[in-house]
C-alpha cells in the first residue's frame, strides 16, 4: 500500500493552503511563516514514512490449533526483518472478530533479527472467528502520514462448544444401569467366565455335573454379561416449531453442550461412536470425537428437511440418544417406534419436560442440571471437563 496522508495530515496541508491566501489577501506576514511550517512539516512526515517502511515477513500461529468456549487461545505472531537496512518502529494491526481489534507495537529491528509478539483470542461462545488481515502500520511522530501494508492474510478459529467428560453407565449401576443389565440378561448369556457355588435360586440347568462331583458342593458356570459397546448421538438442528421453546437459541447452546460431552465421553470410554445430525451429517470411525467437535462449532438451527437416520448396523448392546427441545419433537417421536432389542433409547431434552417425563431422560434445561441429571442416570458420581488438548491429541 502507498504512503498516504492521515486525516490529520489532510487538515494541516489544507490550513497551509489557508493560511497562505489570507496572508496574502490581508499582508500578514505571520501567516505566510504559519503556511510555510505546516508545509514542511507535511512533507516531512510523509517523507520520514516513505524513506523508512518495515520491511519483514509474518508468521502467525494459533494456539491450541482446536480451542473450546471458555478456553484460553492465544495467537503468536513472529516478525522477522527481512530488508537490507534495520525496520523502524510500527505497529501491527488485526481485527479479530467483527468488533475487536487486536494492537501490538514492534519495536526497531536491526537487519536479520526477528521479534515475537501476541495476543489472546476471546472465546466466550462456540462459532467461527475470523482474524486478520494483518497490517504492518508506520505512522511519522506528528501522525501525518501513514504506511500500512498487509503482511498475512485472513485465517477461522474454531471455537468448539464445551465438552464435559460425563461418566458413562455401567451394567447394574443407577437407572441406566440396570435397564441394560436387564436387558442384557434377556438377550441370554455371554461368555463362559468360572464356576461358582451353587446358591438358592440359581437355574439347575446352570450345574455343572461333572465339577460338582469332584468337590463338597454343587458348583454352577458363571457367564459373563455382555456390556455397553455403542453409543449413537443423534442432535436435533431443527427448531421447535410448536412454541413450547421460549429460549431457542440458549437452548440450541445447550443442546450442543450436550452432544459434543455425550460423544466426547463415549469414545473415551472405548464405545463405537457414532454422531448424526437430523440436517443429514454423519459422523464414525476412531476420529469421531475430533470431528464432531469442528462440526457442532459451525452448527446452526436449521429448516431445511430432516433426513431420516440410517440403522446402526453395529453389534451389541447400545445407546441412542436424541437430544433436542422436548418430547412432542419429531426425533423423539420417531425414535419411538425403533422396535431393536438391543438398542436403548434415552432422551435428552432442552426446553420443555412434561409432569411425568421418560423413566430415562435427561433434564437439560440448564448446563448444571444436564450434569447433574446424567449423574444421576448413570449412577456414578464425580465429572470433570474434558481438556482441549486431550481432544487434539486425539485428532493427532
Keep these: 500500500m502507498r504512503t498516504r496522508p492521515t486525516r490529520q495530515g489532510w487538515t494541516v496541508m489544507v490550513s497551509a493552503v489557508l493560511a497562505a491566501v489570507v496572508g496574502r489577501a490581508f499582508g500578514i506576514v505571520e501567516l505566510y511563516i504559519i503556511a510555510a511550517a505546516m508545509g514542511v512539516a507535511a512533507i516531512a512526515g510523509w517523507l520520514t514514512v516513505a524513506l523508512r517502511r518495515p520491511q519483514v515477513r509474518v508468521h502467525r500461529w494459533i494456539r491450541p490449533s482446536v480451542l473450546a468456549a471458555g478456553d484460553v487461545g492465544r495467537v503468536e505472531v513472529v516478525v522477522e526483518q527481512v530488508g537490507a537496512f534495520g525496520s523502524p518502529a510500527f505497529e501491527l494491526n488485526e481485527p479479530v472478530g467483527a468488533d475487536r481489534t487486536a494492537r501490538m507495537a514492534v519495536s526497531p529491528i536491526a537487519r536479520a533479527r526477528e521479534v515475537s509478539a501476541g495476543y489472546r483470542i476471546p472465546t466466550e461462545r462456540r462459532g467461527v472467528l475470523t482474524i486478520g488481515p494483518l497490517q504492518a502500520i508506520r505512522q511519522d511522530v506528528l501522525g501525518l502520514a ?9 485465517e477461522e478459529v474454531l471455537v468448539s462448544p464445551r ?5 458413562m453407565p455401567d451394567l447394574g449401576h443407577g437407572v441406566l444401569g440396570r435397564h441394560l443389565l436387564a436387558l442384557a440378561q434377556r438377550l441370554g448369556p455371554g461368555d463362559f467366565h468360572s464356576l461358582r457355588n451353587y446358591i438358592d435360586g440359581d437355574e439347575p440347568r446352570s450345574i455343572h455335573w461333572r465339577a460338582s462331583a469332584r468337590s463338597e458342593d454343587l458348583k ?6 455382555e456390556g455397553l459397546r455403542r453409543c449413537l448421538v443423534l442432535l436435533d438442528v431443527h427448531p421447535s416449531s410448536d412454541g413450547v421453546s421460549g429460549d431457542g437459541d440458549e437452548a440450541f447452546e445447550r443442546a450442543v453442550t450436550a ?14 461412536t457414532r454422531f448424526v445430525t437430523t440436517e443429514g451429517a454423519d459422523l464414525r470411525g476412531p476420529d469421531v470425537a475430533a470431528q464432531t467437535l469442528h462440526l457442532l462449532a459451525r452448527v446452526t438451527p436449521s429448516r431445511a428437511p430432516t433426513m431420516p437416520v440410517e440403522r446402526d448396523p453395529g453389534e ?3 445407546l441412542v440418544l436424541v437430544v433436542t427441545s422436548h418430547v412432542a419433537s419429531a426425533p423423539w417421536r420417531a425414535l419411538e417406534r425403533v422396535q431393536d432389542p438391543t438398542l436403548t433409547s434415552v432422551g435428552v431434552f432442552t426446553s420443555v419436560l412434561p409432569a411425568r417425563p421418560p423413566l430415562l431422560s435427561v433434564d437439560a ?23 482441549r488438548s486431550e481432544l487434539v491429541g486425539q485428532a493427532s
Excluded at 365 to 387: H, K, P, T
Design 220 to 225: 454352577v458356570r458363571q457367564y459373563s454379561v
Design 365 to 387: 434445561r440448564s448446563e448444571q442440571s444436564f450434569l447433574d441429571a446424567w449423574s444421576d442416570l448413570a449412577g456414578r458420581s464425580g465429572r470433570r471437563s474434558a481438556r
Design 146 to 154: 501513514r504506511y500500512a501494508a498487509i503482511v498475512a492474510g485472513e
Design 259 to 272: 452432544a459434543a460431552s455425550i460423544v466426547h465421553s463415549a469414545d473415551r470410554a472405548g464405545l463405537t
Design 316 to 318: 451389541g448392546l447400545g
Design 163 to 167: 465438552a464435559h467428560l460425563l461418566p
